[in-house]
């Protein structure tokens, strides 16, 4: 669950109110998939109490299949994100002491739900943790088997790990088992053990059989690898009020589009501008363009 302050441009110590909001990066790439009027579930676990039960409520408000998660009672929490609306040193606090989502086992994979979709994401926050990295690996099989086609979303938080090291060999692991890769250049460079550029792991995960990879590259926009070459891809300029919840508008986008069956190029280009609508904008799942907001956007942008 997210908190942002209130009003904007305020600090967290200044702030007279909060807004609250669904948070985390699978419920909003979720929200932005479900936002574009297409089906989609989530697969986690939250705390069975007033904040685990509101963002299951509020998933359901938007359309998510919330089937295949699982309520837990005890120490676990559903995390907390307070975020400052700000566009320029904003400060984002983080609770995620005794992560409920971490508890996600291949238990609560949902086999059915797989086989029934396009498109499997795996996000790399559920790789931190024993008990849902073996979940993560117990879906892309059960994806293989069915022929869904697998993104991971690399999604890397300092907080989560040990050291980048370990995160990097995690990374890797599934990097290998997926059809495709998606993280900025950071993430790209854990994923390479810092060995080489950014732009040289994302194009050798191409060449060994991934159907493409995207380096997002902030302000720069983003540079896709494909087995047929390589995509670069601008961004739209916006009057940003928080720096936060544009790879989740993008990744969510290109999903969205891919599965409409879009060119790929065209699939980035609705991504990149989903990114700058939702920065553009209080809140991050809330902030999710609908299909007609985001032609529109295009449009005048």
């Known amino acids: 669950m997210d908190f942002y302050t209130y009003p904007d441009g305020s600090t967290i ?5 909060m807004t609250v909001d669904v948070g985390g990066s699978a419920a909003n790439i979720c929200a932005a998939v479900a936002s574009q009027g297409l089906r989609c579930a989530i697969s986690t676990v939250l705390s069975d109490d007033a904040i685990g039960r509101a963002v299951l409520q509020r998933l359901k408000d938007r ?19 307070i975020a400052e609306m700000r566009s320029t040193e904003c400060e984002v606090v983080i609770y995620r002491n005794q992560a409920a989502d971490l508890l996600l086992a291949p238990a609560d994979i949902r086999s059915d ?6 498109i499997l994401v ?7 943790s024993q008990s ?16 869904t086609f697998s993104i991971f979303d690399i999604d890397h938080r300092d907080y989560s790990w040990l050291s980048r090291e370990h995160a990097g060999e995690q990374y890797r692991e599934v990097a290998d088992l997926v059809d495709a890769v998606v993280g900025n ?10 060995a080489r550029r950014p732009s040289d792991t994302a194009q050798a995960l191409v060449q060994r059989g991934a159907s493409f990879t995207i380096l997002k590259q902030g302000a720069e926009g983003s540079i896709s690898y494909l087995q047929s070459g390589i995509f670069r891809n601008g961004t739209f300029t916006v009057e940003a ?30 991504g990149s501008a989903a990114a700058a609508y939702v920065v553009a904008r209080r809140g991050c799942s809330s902030a999710m363009p609908t299909r007609d907001e985001l032609e529109l956007f295009i449009s005048e942008n």
């Not at 739900?113 to 396009?118: D, E, S, V």
């Not at 849902?132 to 022929?147: E, F, G």
Request: proline residues 1%.
């Open 13 to 17: 110590d200044s702030a007279e109110m």
């Open 63 to 81: 359309n998510v299949d919330v089937s295949g998660c699982r309520l837990v009672t005890g120490d676990y929490r559903t995390s907390l994100a």
């Open 113 to 118: 739900l797989i086989a029934r979709a396009c």
């Open 122 to 128: 795996v996000t790399g926050t559920s790789l931190a």
């Open 132 to 147: 849902s990295r073996s979940a993560v690996l117990s879906a892309l099989k059960i994806a293989k088997v069915h022929k």
């Open 185 to 194: 250049e950071l993430e790209f460079l854990i994923l390479g053990g810092n």
């Open 241 to 270: 009020k928080k720096p936060f919840g544009a790879g989740d508008a993008f990744l969510g986008n290109v999903v969205a589009w891919l599965v409409r069956d879009a060119e790929f190029e065209q699939a980035v280009r609705f």
